[in-house]
């Protein structure tokens, strides 16, 4: 099916296009997310420098960061299902297309409102393909759906701890934080010439009648919450993906700026690396989890133990401007929270029915992803108020006590299920 054909929603004259093996097209698709991940978090260890460079301060590295997750809630909401019709290659087309758009307008901003232009730019990008990446691949793989899904979670979670490291590498280069935008530019486009050139299987769903338009406008989340006794997994794993992501909003948007105080240096690669701890820390931890429908019951009030524990050391490290502290609990706080956040999700996964399943989960990310951009936004405030080290400390500590929270509800059997 050529490319044209499926932007149309028609059928193809001829089959044409390169007829690429299983494995190259898990590759293709697992890099189309994986690569515009790393994109959406170069800018974790520029802020700081760019905060200076266009005059604008803690509150406007808040709603930069804040204005990709809401451009990505917005896609998933209006447009996660487009490569149910499309076809899983022109989603992802579309998806490197925009990408590319958010690269350069960052790399080339000069105002907070060309960034958050950029960002969000880059939140439709990511927008579009998390749907398409994760059916392509789990299409690929019919009968081993745990590999689908971790393939997913590995492209997913190892973009998003990557991105700040290379950011923060890639910045020394001569033309300073342009550089990192430029290069993932061009990746990108390099990633564009195999994906035009596979042939591509038909839209899963050719719609009849002649306003093939129909099928793409937004689906109503309406009814997405599952009857008990599956409720309250539900509402325990939204509230544990909301402060998940609460939690790593702002280890990617604030706490390189914690990092640079106790360390007394500023070195973008440093920051960068620091930075994304907590998430690579938890990437490794869910990729590397043992599978077992018991074990994961378990492993989600203990994940949650882990991680109010780990926030609350990361508030005292904070307060006390100390290294190691600030370091192993970072590390602590992202492997408590791939365990809580697995099990959660499977959770869910497991207890609502097959037919229900899409409407659901996608509520499900809606609310984990906002858990990046409201509490953000508004600790972004409080800096401006209080300053970084209290504004941090008091956010770390309320997390903390929510995490706690949560883990004595994920341990209640009416959640657990039977």
């Not at 939690?247 to 360390?263: D, K």
């Amino acid at each position: 099916m050529t490319l044209i054909a499926e932007l149309r929603m028609r059928a193809p004259a001829a089959r044409t296009g390169w007829d690429a093996t299983r494995g190259i097209r898990l590759v293709l698709s697992g890099s189309v997310l994986f690569l515009l991940l790393i994109g959406a978090n170069l800018a974790t260890p520029l802020y700081a420098g760019l905060q200076r460079r266009l005059g604008y301060g803690s509150l406007g590295t808040s709603v930069a960061f804040a204005s990709y997750v809401v451009a990505l809630v917005a896609v998933l909401v209006s447009a996660g299902h487009w490569s149910d019709y499309l076809g899983r290659r022109a989603a992802m087309v579309l998806a490197v297309l925009v990408g590319i758009a958010g690269s350069a307008v960052f790399a080339s901003a000069g105002s907070l409102a060309q960034l958050c232009a950029g960002r969000a730019l880059q939140g439709m990008a990511v927008g579009l393909a998390t749907g398409a990446c994760a059916a392509a691949l789990r299409e690929l793989l019919p009968h081993r759906p745990e590999w689908a899904s971790r393939f997913t979670l590995l492209a997913s979670s190892g973009g998003v701890a990557l991105g700040p490291l290379l950011g923060g590498a890639l910045a020394l280069a001569p033309g300073g934080t342009a550089v990192p935008f430029l290069v993932h530019a061009a990746a990108l486009a390099a990633l564009l010439v195999p994906l035009v050139l596979v042939r591509a299987r038909p839209a899963p769903q050719l719609p009849a009648g002649g306003r093939p338009g129909r099928v793409l406008a937004p689906r109503s989340l309406r009814g997405a919450v599952p009857a008990p006794p599956a409720r309250g997994s539900f509402w325990v794993a939204a509230a544990t993906g909301f402060l998940s992501f609460a939690v790593f909003g702002y280890q990617l948007a604030l706490s390189p700026g914690v990092f640079a105080r106790a360390l007394g240096a500023g070195s973008p690669p440093l920051l960068g690396a620091l930075a994304g701890l907590s998430l690579a820390s938890s990437a490794v931890s869910q990729v590397l989890a043992p599978a077992g429908r018991r074990r994961a019951r378990g492993d989600g009030p203990l994940g949650l133990a882990v991680l109010a524990a780990s926030l609350a050391a990361l508030a005292w490290g904070t307060a006390a401007e100390s290294p190691a502290v600030l370091i192993i609990a970072s590390i602590a706080a992202g492997v408590g929270q791939g365990a809580a956040f697995r099990a959660g999700f499977d959770a869910v996964a497991a207890s609502v029915p097959a037919a229900a399943h899409a409407r659901t989960v996608s509520l499900l990310y809606v609310v984990t992803y906002l858990g990046s951009a409201v509490p953000v936004v508004g600790l972004g405030a409080l800096v401006g108020a209080v300053g970084l080290g209290p504004a941090a400390v008091g956010f770390l500590g309320a997390c903390a006590a929510a995490a706690a929270l949560l883990a004595v509800l994920a341990g209640r059997p009416t959640v657990q299920g039977r």
